[in-house]
């Protein structure tokens, strides 16, 4: 490239480093900022922090490497035209580059969507919905591999990718590796649609208040804002080989961090309910709805299914407010028992039924009779109760 520089238009010697600079120390400290107040919010409020908070923690540290890569980037003339850029310097810059793919690009990216899939493994026990999001995890590491491999292999030897001044230095052909970087892309892009769109459907069959509903898709679908700036990235990377003047936007990598970091603050917003519930009317309990939680009927087998008692359990305290559907189930089903009792009109009988190894006791409350046909030995093993309502009480 530098061979090239009195084929250039001649042009004033300005700079754009400022807007980049800026542009990125802006996107780096927000993104910075929300994974603290995530961990914050895991850790101490909600105390349910795991895995994906970790991985989402070294995407965090590559997004700081990247920036600071860029300050070394803007030391050594970025954002300047390349005939202003010392040829020392501009293979300075060619390397921070080089690093800078490898760190955020490859790195930083797969540990962002391997964060999301774990996080999103919250949501539900379905079968089908943890199959693809395993996938997906496989999918995003294998992509990123590849995508590290084509900078690591792209010149022989490997210094050659980013000093052109290397004698005898092979290296495959420019268009063959934009071609391998638009496949990269368009892989990043369709997971960001994925991460953003599978919780849809989920969210919105969960038994919270619509308003609480409402703002989890809205905050998971700022990962749509990601989507726009990878296609803008593409753009960029389709007139690569024609553009001779690279370092004065640096627009691949400028596009390419801010789609990073845009995705590490769409990924972590969903986790700050609990700070911004009170301010959002994002309250604490929900009407009971006919749906269930994950699907038809879901609430009503509730204390009766041990996968969901299970999956209470690990919800407990949950950062999107999952904790809200026990309460509320319970809230539901206790005042229904109340107004049952209270309702003159809404007489029956109550059974609970003792089975053990060697008999059965049936007792019947109510005001009817107790009738015991052999005392239990051996241990309880199962004890149900059941609700026996007359039809004129509901006729």
Same mark, same amino acid.
């Given at each position: ?23 990125? %120390? &802006?996107?780096? $400290? ?6 603290? /107040? ?15 908070? !970790?991985?989402?923690?070294? &995407?965090?540290?590559?997004? *700081? ?9 803007? @030391?050594?003339? #970025? ?11 501009? *293979?300075? *810059?060619?390397?921070?580059?080089? !690093?800078? @793919? ?27 919905? &943890? ?10 590491? $294998? ?38 970087? /638009? ?13 953003? %769109? ?13 308003? #609480? ?5 809205? =905050? ?13 990235? &593409? #753009?960029?990377?389709? $007139? ?23 995705? *590490? ?6 986790? /700050? ?28 087998? !509730? ?66 009779? =107790?009738?015991?046909?052999?005392? %239990? ?19």
């Amino acid at each position: 490239m530098d061979t090239e520089k009195g084929n250039l238009p001649q042009v004033a010697d300005d700079s754009h480093l400022g807007i980049i600079l800026g542009i990125q %120390t &802006a996107l780096t $400290a927000l993104s910075v900022t929300v994974i603290c /107040l995530r961990l914050y919010v895991r850790m101490k409020i909600v105390r349910s922090s795991g895995s994906d908070d !970790w991985t989402m923690t070294i &995407a965090a540290l590559c997004s *700081i490497g990247g920036w600071i890569l860029y300050v070394y980037k803007g @030391c050594h003339g #970025v954002g300047h035209h390349i005939q202003y850029i010392d040829p020392l310097d501009s *293979i300075k *810059i060619n390397q921070a580059t080089f !690093w800078q @793919c490898i760190i955020c690009s490859s790195a930083g990216i797969a540990f962002l969507k391997i964060s999301i899939a774990l996080n999103l493994l919250r949501f539900s026990p379905a079968r089908w919905y &943890a199959i693809s999001l395993w996938l997906s995890i496989g999918f995003v590491s $294998a992509y990123s591999f590849m995508a590290s491999m084509t900078f690591f292999l792209h010149c022989r030897p490997m210094k050659a990718h980013w000093d052109y001044q290397i004698e005898g230095a092979k290296c495959y052909s420019v268009h063959l590796f934009i071609v391998f970087a /638009l496949i990269n892309t368009s892989f990043n892009i369709f997971t960001d649609v994925l991460f953003a %769109t599978i919780p849809i459907p989920i969210v919105w069959n969960l038994q919270m208040r619509r308003r #609480v509903r409402l703002y989890l898709i809205g =905050v998971f679908s700022l990962g749509y804002i990601a989507v726009g700036m990878g296609v803008v990235k &593409a #753009v960029f990377q389709l $007139a690569f080989a024609t553009n001779m003047d690279a370092s004065y936007d640096d627009s691949i990598l400028f596009w390419a961090l801010a789609q990073f970091n845009t995705g *590490i603050i769409a990924a972590c917003v969903p986790s /700050l309910r609990p700070l911004v519930g009170k301010v959002l009317k994002l309250s604490e309990y929900t009407e009971s709805r006919s749906r269930g939680v994950y699907g038809s009927g879901a609430a009503d087998r !509730w204390p009766s299914s041990r996968n969901s008692r299970r999956l209470w359990s690990a919800h407990r305290g949950d950062q999107y407010a999952l904790e809200e559907l026990h309460s509320s189930d319970r809230s539901t089903r206790k005042d229904s028992n109340e107004a049952q009792s209270n309702n003159p009109a809404a007489y029956g009988s109550t059974a609970t039924v003792i089975a053990s190894g060697e008999g059965k006791r049936f007792e019947e409350e109510g005001g009817g009779r =107790v009738d015991e046909r052999q005392r %239990t030995r051996g241990g309880i093993l199962k004890t149900t109760q059941c609700t026996v309502v007359s039809a004129r009480a509901v006729g």
